[in-house]
């Protein structure tokens, strides 16, 4: 009987329950790389105890500096800002779940509810750009967490920053796939105006059982190629970023989510092929695994085939497309159909030449 119970929880245990793990990615909550083990031991009571939900749980922190430089040369920026950690949009490839492990906590579930917020990010922004030493450089926002998830309704954190962005007529970069960008688009576009703001924002598929699943609290695709057209109709530049193609799911959209992009009124486009780096990898093949067990053998082999038989090669230069003849396919079919639709491959490059430190927050002048 004991040996029953006991396998019985194993396999209770094994995967979280998925009431609580309702509209979340992430199907287990695996320890970080570097924390203490978890381990549940069953006590010999007959029944599993009842555990909570995966309840959404923000703490605050105080940065000294919210500016991070890269040194990377695939990607277009220099300096970027994170306003958050972790993220409720619950996308379960997100290439950045493994910082997480950085705070203790696990790139799986804790990712998508334990959040960290920096309600003085744009205090912090500000002094740093007062710095006698501070080149002015884009700002990318949205480069590691989604600057518009949910709870920045409740902190606005970005709309903060982009006041101050807005004071020392600094560019700006965005991607995001939140539609709450919307609120802040008066400041946008007078930035945009200057040339000194533009918009990237992510479509991964138009199947919405299929958005719902791979991205639970993401605004779904029509609402997200509706927020392209009012950003546009702003006069706000806008690229659609195809980020990322997952082969065997959505590889075959590429036409349709690029025409769906300059419909709306987006200027450029781009694309990402699905990176696995870290805890990332078997928490999508896990997902993978229960939302589409037909297709997770055709997707994982496809990754392999890109990557050298793994799923990912961390090397600049292959991280982000891959290797070999599917990987050239989809460049292929990405690049005919943005020159059929008349979409750029970047968007106008900012100003940089219009920064300039107002006065202090007390009336002085900058003296330098």
Not at 317 to 336: C, L, P, S, T, W
């Amino acid at each position: 009987m004991v040996d029953e119970k006991r396998h019985e929880l194993a396999a209770y245990l094994e995967r979280i329950d998925p009431r609580r793990r309702r509209a979340r990615g992430a199907r287990s909550n695996a320890s970080g790389r570097f924390e203490t083990s978890r381990e549940e031991v069953w006590d010999g009571w007959d029944m599993v105890e009842e555990r909570a939900d995966f309840a959404t749980e923000v703490r605050e922190e105080a940065p000294r500096s919210v500016i991070v430089r890269n040194q990377s040369p695939d990607v277009p920026f220099d300096q970027s800002l994170n306003p958050y950690r972790g993220c409720e949009h619950g996308c379960i490839y997100c290439f950045a779940r493994p910082t997480h492990a950085y705070l203790g906590l696990s790139p799986g579930l804790d990712f998508e509810s334990k959040l960290v917020a920096r309600p003085n990010a744009a205090q912090v922004l500000e002094r740093q750009l007062r710095s006698k030493s501070y080149v002015p450089d884009v700002l990318a926002l949205g480069t590691n967490t989604d600057p518009y998830q949910p709870i920045e309704r409740r902190y606005r954190i970005m709309r903060r920053i982009l006041e101050v962005l807005e004071r020392f007529q600094h560019p700006v970069a965005i991607v995001t796939k939140g539609t709450l960008i919307e609120r802040d688009i008066d400041i946008l576009q007078r930035l945009a105006q200057r040339g000194l703001a533009q918009v990237g924002v992510s479509l991964t598929t138009l199947d919405e059982n299929l958005s719902r699943a791979m991205e639970p609290r993401v605004p779904l695709p029509a609402r997200r190629v509706e927020m392209i057209r009012r950003l546009s109709a702003a006069d706000i530049p806008v690229r659609v970023m195809l980020a990322p193609v997952v082969p065997g799911l959505s590889d075959h959209e590429v036409e349709r989510l690029l025409a769906a992009g300059a419909q709306a009124g987006a200027r450029a486009a781009s694309w990402i092929m699905l990176r696995l780096p870290g805890e990332v990898a078997p928490l999508f093949e896990e997902w993978l695994e229960d939302a589409y067990p037909a297709r997770a053998g055709k997707v994982m082999a496809r990754l392999r085939e890109m990557h050298g038989g793994d799923l990912y090669q961390a090397a600049w230069g292959k991280r982000m497309r891959g290797e070999g003849i599917f990987a050239e396919m989809i460049a292929q079919r990405f690049e005919a159909a943005r020159k059929r639709l008349g979409l750029l491959k970047t968007l106008p490059e900012l100003r940089r030449d219009l920064f300039e430190v107002p006065l202090d927050r007390d009336g002085q002048m900058a003296l330098f």
